[in-house]
T-cell receptor, first 115, second 112 residues
C-alpha cells in the first residue's frame, strides 16, 4: 500500500520554466490538496479538490494550476516558475466529510528550487 | 491575515516532563481543531483532533484542550519522550469550505 506518492523528490528550475509536480494516491480518497512549506510560514494551502472534476483555491493559489481528472491523481502545475516558488511542496489526501479535516495522509514532499 | 498562530517557534523540554504546545486562532466558526507532527524530510502525520463541541480529547500520552472563549488550543504530551522531538503544527478545519489551515509550527526538542 503506497499511500500518497509524490514525484519528483527534488527539482531545480530556471526562472520562467514550467513543470508539473505529480501526486497519486491509492486509497480511493475523494479529498486531495497541495501545500507549500516555507520557513516561518508553516504549511500554506495552494489548491484542493473534493472529488474528480472539482477544484478550489487555497490561500496561495497564484502561479499554480491544478486539475482532477481522476480520483487517484492531483497534479500541480507551475506555469512560469519564479524564485518565490522555491519551497517544499506536500500533497495530501483524505476521506471527504468528517475525514476531510482529520487524518490527512501526506506525501513525503517535493523540494523545488527556482534559480 | 494569519488565522492560526503558534507564537513559540521552538520549545525544549526535559525527557519525562510535560510538553505544552499552544495555538491561537481568530475565527470562532471552525469545526475541528487538529495537531499534526512532522519529522525532517517526511510529510506531516495526524496526531490528535478535537471537535468544536468538546473541550478536551485524550489519546494515550497526548491530550488536546480547546478553550473556545479564548480561541486557544493546546497540546499536552506527558511524559515527553525523545521520539517526540519534531515540529508540531496546529490546524483548523471548516466544514463549510472544507479547508484545513495550518499554523506556523513549533519545533519541540526533548532533552534526554
Amino acid at each position: 500500500n503506497a499511500g500518497v506518492t509524490q514525484t519528483p523528490k527534488f527539482q531545480v528550475l530556471k526562472t520562467g520554466q514550467s513543470m508539473t509536480l505529480q501526486c497519486a494516491q491509492d486509497m480511493n480518497h475523494e479529498y486531495m490538496s497541495w501545500y507549500r512549506q516555507d520557513p516561518g510560514m508553516g504549511l500554506r494551502l495552494i489548491h484542493y479538490s473534493v472529488g474528480a472534476g472539482i477544484t478550489d483555491q487555497g490561500e496561495v493559489p497564484n502561479g499554480y494550476n491544478v486539475s482532477r481528472s481522476t480520483t487517484e491523481d492531483f497534479p500541480l502545475r507551475l506555469l512560469s516558475a519564479a524564485p518565490s516558488q522555491t519551497s517544499v511542496y506536500f500533497c495530501a489526501s483524505g476521506v471527504r466529510g468528517e475525514g476531510s479535516g482529520e487524518k490527512l495522509f501526506f506525501g513525503s514532499g517535493t523540494q523545488l528550487s527556482v534559480l | 491575515d494569519q488565522q492560526v498562530k503558534q507564537n513559540s517557534p521552538s520549545l525544549s523540554v526535559q525527557e519525562g516532563r510535560i510538553s505544552i504546545l499552544n495555538c491561537d486562532y481568530t475565527n470562532s466558526m471552525f469545526d475541528y481543531f487538529l495537531w499534526y507532527k512532522k519529522y525532517p524530510a517526511e510529510g506531516p502525520t495526524f496526531l490528535i483532533s478535537i471537535s468544536s463541541i468538546k473541550d478536551k480529547n485524550e489519546d494515550g500520552r497526548f491530550t488536546v484542550f480547546l478553550n473556545k472563549s479564548a480561541k486557544h488550543l493546546s497540546l499536552h504530551i506527558v511524559p515527553s519522550q525523545p521520539g517526540d522531538s519534531a515540529v508540531y503544527f496546529c490546524a483548523v478545519f471548516n466544514f463549510g469550505n472544507e479547508k484545513l489551515t495550518f499554523g506556523t509550527g513549533t519545533r519541540l526538542t526533548i532533552i534526554p
